[in-house]
């Protein structure tokens, strides 16, 4: 009986997944892996919401290969060594495994194939998996091997023909394998109100937005105080929700839908920049020459929602409580860190690491570096200025009055200026910085 593996990594789902989906194929009986990797474990100790966020996706995704006659099969370990001795249990012939862009996948499939080769075991991965289109089938005619610019890479990306999104597997036949009890986390302190789920929960998500929501999006999606984004973000970091299915999903006839699908394709395009440069995740893309500021205090004071500054701190403080926020809070929040105070980009990012559910290198440092003009932005010099992006993004307060209290009395008026208030609160600080508009 032909034995296959399929790995799962950042594709935690049963539908549309083509590793899956190949392995079940080519085996008459397929072993379902997840391994607890020990090197990322310890990396994302640091990152609570995020392993929450994780066992929740594993738990729906064994009730998922359950409800297809098979199971997750977990162990705890070097994920290369756990692969090769589960591989010698089952007999296996060939191990599936999606595709992925970041350093460390890299030296993960080279250290795997190096590995099975010595056994006779094959290794295959499979691309359009983790984004919607793969960053081999789109390269630009000047000779880089990358598109250093959004604008042309999204009028390529529009054109490559989409593959049609897979159906779950049939039937799912384990070998004999043990498992480790699933994973739960649940010491894990983070934030307080974060969401989790996985395949299921996401597609009844995805479903409800494409349904409603989605034709809005884009004349709403930057109202702060609406919550007017899909929040399928996390369910895409970890690969509950195919990227792939979504965009051939999304009617991008409609305004809405293509607003939408632009920002599918922003992610795709820091994953095929992360792909070429892997040292832009903790280097200058581009070299400016930027002197930051060494500001402890000014740092605390940022990550505490305590800036003075309404808009920015009901940004870190829902960040705090939910472990994510919307894209516009998070473009203010950051730019006032770099642009504002002068700090280090990678200090922002490393905060947003620890406590955003969706964070991953591709899409957090990247959009960190095009805040901070380090990055593939051809305007290097925007600011995004504080009190400017709250009466335009939150006219009313509504964002600021959800997250910060002691603001909720504050007449409309003076709400991004409570320094202006006749009765200002004692308890909210005043302005770290001065800036325009005051």
């Known amino acids: 009986m032909c034995v296959t593996i399929a790995l799962f990594t950042r594709d935690l789902r049963v539908h549309d997944n083509p590793m899956l989906a ?5 085996g008459a009986a397929v072993v379902p892996l997840f391994v607890v990797d020990d090197e990322l474990i310890e990396r994302t100790a640091a990152a609570p919401n995020r392993m929450r966020f994780l066992a929740a996706a594993l738990a729906e995704l064994d009730e998922a290969l359950r409800a297809h006659g098979g199971r997750l099969v977990v162990r705890h370990g070097d994920v290369v060594d756990v692969v090769d001795e589960v591989a010698a249990e089952a007999h296996a012939e060939s191990v599936h495994i999606a595709a992925d862009v970041t350093p460390y996948s890299g030296r993960r499939e080279r250290r795997l194939r190096e590995r099975l080769e010595a056994r006779n075991c094959l290794l295959h991965t499979h691309r359009s998996s983790i984004t919607a289109v793969d960053r081999a089938e789109l390269s630009p005619g000047t000779g880089r091997d990358h598109f250093a610019v959004f604008t042309p890479y999204y009028k390529r990306w529009h054109d490559v023909p989409l593959r049609k999104p897979l159906r779950a597997p049939h039937e799912v036949v384990v070998p004999r394998v043990h498992s480790d009890p699933l994973p739960d986390f649940a010491d ?22 494409l349904s409603g929501s989605i034709e809005e999006y884009d004349t709403r999606n930057d109202e702060l105080g609406a919550d007017a984004t899909s929040r399928l973000s996390p369910y895409l970091h970890f ?18 839908a293509e607003a939408f699908v632009r920002q599918l ?10 792909s070429a440069r892997p040292d832009a995740g903790w280097h200058d893309y581009r070299q400016r020459n930027v002197r930051w500021r060494d500001d402890p205090k000014a740092v605390a004071a940022w990550c505490e929602g305590r800036t003075g500054y309404p808009v920015v701190d009901a940004g870190l403080r829902q960040l705090r409580a939910e472990g994510w926020m919307p ?31 969706d964070a991953d290198v591709a899409n957090n440092q990247l959009n960190w570096q095009w805040v901070a003009g380090t990055g ?8 995004l200025n ?30 991004h200026r409570p320094w202006r208030a006749p ?11 001065e800036v325009k508009g005051m």
Request: hydrophobic content about 40%; aromatic content about 8%; overall charge positive.
């Open 239 to 256: 690969g509950c929700l195919s990227a792939t299915e979504i965009l051939s999903r999304a009617d991008t006839a409609k305004p809405g």
């Open 188 to 209: 894990s302190e983070g934030s307080p109100e974060l969401r989790v789920g996985g395949e299921a929960t996401g597609r009844k998500l995805l479903n409800r937005w």
């Open 265 to 274: 394709a922003w992610r795709d395009f820091y994953h095929q920049v992360l």
């Open 386 to 415: 504080p009190i400017l992006q709250a009466q335009r993004h939150d006219p009313e307060g509504a964002y600021v009055r959800r997250w910060i209290p002691e603001l909720a009395d504050v007449p409309d008026d003076t709400v």
């Open 376 to 383: 593939t932005d051809t305007r290097p010099n925007r600011v």
């Open 22 to 26: 190949a392995a079940c194929s080519e």
């Open 423 to 433: 009765l200002a609160s004692s308890s909210y600080p005043p302005p770290l910085i």
């Open 327 to 357: 894209n516009r809070a998070r473009l203010i929040t950051a730019s006032f860190l770099v642009k504002s105070l002068g700090v280090d980009w990678r200090v922002g990012a490393r905060h947003f690491l620890h406590w955003l559910v």
